[in-house]
């Protein structure tokens, strides 16, 4: 009788924190306002810029994305572009920036 007892509060907040809303959920409009801002010129509104040689973001994972720009910030990724503007970023820009972009659709393209 415990173990049922255990189980059942151990399924009950494992649901309750699956419906929870997560605690540091990004916000999408202020990343839009953001990417408008600093990112559009290079990558796109969208993240698929359409000059080879800007890379596209669209679609990138979420968790790749906030290290890239971590990384430039820090400057243990080397990019001056790249660097310039990561400097000016706070970690809250960095999460809604990743998932904007990660929540993006890729356009993607063949060259034969």
Do not use: W
Request: proline residues 4%; contains cysteine; charged residues 20%.
């Amino acid at each position: 009788m415990m173990k049922t007892n255990h189980a059942l509060v151990a399924l009950g907040l494992a649901g309750a924190l699956l419906m929870a809303p997560a605690a540091g959920a990004a916000d999408l409009e202020a990343a839009k306002a953001k990417v408008k801002e600093v990112c559009s010129a290079c990558h796109g509104m969208d993240g698929n810029s359409p000059d080879p040689a800007n890379p596209r973001l669209a679609g990138q994972y979420q968790d790749y994305l906030a290290k890239a720009l971590r990384d430039y910030k820090s400057g243990a990724r080397k990019n001056a572009i790249m660097a310039a503007f990561a400097t000016t970023l706070t970690s809250k820009d960095i999460d809604n920036l990743s998932a904007y972009f990660a929540a993006q659709s890729p356009v993607l393209s063949a060259r034969y």
